[in-house]
């Protein structure tokens, strides 16, 4: 073989070794590109997971700060609700306060209405013996319908007449006036007590009134939310 052939032999080796190294980067190239996408694939597929994650949270805390800002406000307006009910309670309560001391300026209607809070009282307690405590000013009323009153028990309990006995000495409180309106005050009626004082029944007109209004107060809450609804 001549140094011709063995040139032309080297030439075809070259390109060989050439076209193998050409192949063989194109391959490695093809390959890290083909890599190169797959990560950034990841990459862009983990930043959107991250996105959706942080926006799902944020809207998360956005619907817990409706709900709790929805749920004050609903409270808020409830308290409002009750207040205005209170209100409205407190101001039947004081004119329904105000329609008994016109009862105690009519004699002769105040005079039943305490005969029947006696009988009421006596037919409650049943004792034999009791001490009357009434307002220093209803005293002479009282006096006028204590025996009657204490007949009229007798035959309902069937029972003999009772000793009932006006306390003198201490009187319930006069009814409320401006100039004295937040101490202690009665409207009108009677307290009865028993001789060694254990039982004690309280039949005020601000007691009844008190009693009929706990007794009415679902009702009456009742129809004023019907009201405040409508």
Do not use: W
């Amino acid at each position: 073989m001549n140094d011709a052939d063995v040139g032309k032999q080297v030439q075809q080796m070259v390109r060989f070794i050439l076209q193998e190294a050409e192949e063989k980067a194109s391959e490695i190239s093809v390959a890290a590109e083909e890599e190169f996408n797959i990560e950034k694939l990841q990459l862009v597929e983990s930043e959107k997971k991250r996105v959706r994650q942080d926006y799902e949270r944020k809207e998360k805390q956005a619907d817990v700060r409706r709900k709790i800002e929805y749920s004050t406000e609903l409270n808020a307006a409830r308290i409002e609700v009750l207040q205005a009910q209170d209100a409205a309670v407190s101001r039947m309560k004081e004119s329904a306060g105000e329609a008994l001391l016109r009862v105690t300026k009519d004699a002769a209607a105040y005079k039943k209405v305490l005969r029947g809070l006696i009988v009421q009282s006596l037919l409650r307690m049943r004792e034999p013996s009791l001490l009357l405590r009434c307002r220093e000013a209803d005293r002479g009323m009282v006096e006028a319908v204590l025996e009657a009153a204490k007949k009229e028990y007798a035959e309902k309990a069937k029972v003999n007449h009772p000793k009932v006995i006006i306390d003198g000495k201490v009187y319930l409180p006069p009814q409320k006036t401006a100039r004295d309106a937040h101490g202690p005050a009665c409207s009108g009626g009677v307290v009865l007590a028993s001789q060694d004082g254990k039982i004690v029944c309280v039949n005020t007109l601000d007691a009844r009134l008190s009693v009929s209004f706990r007794q009415k107060l679902p009702e009456i809450r009742k129809k004023l939310y019907s009201q405040q609804v409508s």
